[in-house]
């Protein structure tokens, strides 16, 4: 049934690759992709693109028109208030979300979340480390909480706010093979992660199709060399400090 909502956090202000959500491959940008492969998801009804009030994300509303998807606008740097407010004003009770930085998200993780999350009703669901194309699920009434206690202005990276909180239930999905890979680095972040994913695109992409996370290993099991586009020690070394410092 396709009663969920899926949103997007969005926004063009890159320091290490700027506006490199509306780099293209397959002659559309990387975010249409992404807001194509949610459609897929059996459990979405809706999708919001968050992005801030920042005349530079005007472009993030109109892709939004153009797909036929909603759009919230809202604080450019306190991330998790824009969330809050979206959600509130499409009153929402939980909701999906990634960043735009994982345009190859995976839409059965997408339903698997929703499911596990209402199944046993967390304050946050997260899958565990080392996934990709993956996503959270988030209670609204928790994520409200979150924010009236929190201090700091700038939450770009939101999940610790969540394990500051007390009394605030985080459940951490395993995921089998197909969808952990700690060698491999899908999100978009550096330009050679953006070789990375125009190579996959460019080896299983179809118009009116969706590739899935075991299509993207049965693909590295063939030509493992790809996931050296942006996977040698060098360029994970540079993610994990950059991951280091965010926390």
Known sequence: MRDATFII?????????????????????????????IKYSKKIKNIIIATSTN???D?????????????????EEDVLTR???ASQKYNLSYFANITADIP????????HGINVY???????????KYSFGICVVVKVSSLKKVCDLKK????????????ATRNINIHIEKVSKENKNQNLKTSLDYYEDYLLIKKIF???????????????????IKKPDIKNINSNDTFLNRWKMHIERSK
């Open 83 to 85: 969330l809050l407010e």
């Open 152 to 163: 700091d202005k700038n939450t770009e990276s939101w999940v610790k706010f969540f394990k």
């Open 104 to 111: 190859m998200i995976d839409p059965t993780l997408i339903d």
């Open 202 to 220: 460019d080896e299983l992409y179809k118009e009116n199709e969706i590739f899935l996370n075991k299509d993207i290993n049965n693909l590295l």
């Open 9 to 37: 956090t969005a926004r063009l202000k890159s320091t290490r690759l700027p506006k490199k959500i509306l780099l293209e491959v397959k002659g559309k940008p990387l975010i249409v992709h992404m807001i194509n492969r």
């Open 55 to 57: 005349t530079q994300d």
């Open 118 to 128: 209402k199944r046993i009703n967390p304050d946050l669901f997260l899958y565990e």
């Open 59 to 75: 472009i993030l509303e109109d892709i939004a028109r153009k797909e036929k998807i909603l759009c919230f606008r809202g604080s």
